[in-house]
């Protein structure tokens, strides 16, 4: 039997251990489903964990991010995630950027043992060996009760002085089947550990000359098909929980007149992605407070654009303009645009159904 039998075969037999699913939720218990937010608090005591702590169990809210500034004490996160995990209806998003490297949320500072980045790893390891390294990272990640690390890059490495992936040795390599290998053995290291991982950057940030963070980032003139090539193989294989949509601009993907970055558009998400590589799992965005989103669209445009190209899950870091309310905020938003548009309406339910799926997967 292949990977992917198992795993549906799986998830219909946790889908049984989870009666308050399909058909008992709100539209608006829906439309909380696809949000994820930052917040700024390192302890369980803190304001805002109460805070997010009860959108989760209204199902006002799907999962939360934890960056850096929330990391006081690896025994400090593990009591804010068992209070996320025991608060939620549906299991909770519970995520981080933990690829290793120069992406690391928990570190050595806190008592975390770090690993090499995935330049590195690839150049020092074989892939049996890598998945042996990342499996005693995500078995200590999952220990402090995180449901989602926000890896692999699936970016190959086209443009070394890349500034936000090639400097910083994100990307395993320029060759899109070594890439798939070393993403390979980092999800299988991830589910063996109970996570849930998200293929990034899609549809590939390797080859850009600028980063997402910092503005438009235009990648018509150096994107190659090649950089689809681990998406491709990774999501035949059955071995993709979620991908994670890039803030990137191609001339050849975006709406008449606009300049549409890749997770706000249709072409990408629902033409590509979903056509062309025929993937129908959660498909969930890079922050939407980077300044390729922040400073081109309103807080508006950006959740129903998102919505209506096909994005299920929505990430904000909360960090441009920290709001303890940033959640609901985006709630209404999602309610508003769904009581004018029966179509919206029916995308939200459409996206409720892939990430009640997903989530049935969480240990």
Known sequence: MNTLAVRLIWTCVLMLNLPHLAGAATLE????????????????????????RADLAASRLGGVMLLKTNIGSLEAVKQMNAAFRDAAELPAFITLDQEGGAVERLTKAVGFREIPSAVSIASRNSPAEAETIYARMAAAIAELGFTVNFGPV?????????PIIGKF???FSADPATVALYDAAFIKAHHAAGLLTALKHFPGHGSSTTDSHEGFVDITQTWQSSELDPYRVLIAAGEVDMVMAGHLYHADYADAGQQT????????????????????GVVISDDLEMGAIRDHFTLAQT???????????LLFSN???????????????????????????????QSYTRIVALKARIH
């Open 29 to 52: 218990q829906m439309a909380g489903q696809m949000i994820v937010v930052g917040f700024q608090g390192d302890s369980v005591d803190d304001a805002a964990v109460a805070g997010l």
């Open 154 to 162: 699936a970016d190959l490495n086209l443009n070394p002085e890349n």
């Open 169 to 171: 040795g994100r990307a």
């Open 261 to 280: 970055p890749s997770s706000l558009s249709p072409q990408w998400i629902e033409g590509v992605l979903r056509g062309e590589l025929g993937f129908d």
């Open 303 to 313: 959740v129903t654009q998102a919505v209506r190209a096909g994005l299920d899950v």
């Open 319 to 349: 960090t441009a303009d920290y709001r303890a309310g940033l959640g609901q905020e985006v709630l209404d938003i999602l309610l508003r645009a769904a009581a004018d548009d029966p179509a919206f309406a029916a995308r939200i339910e």
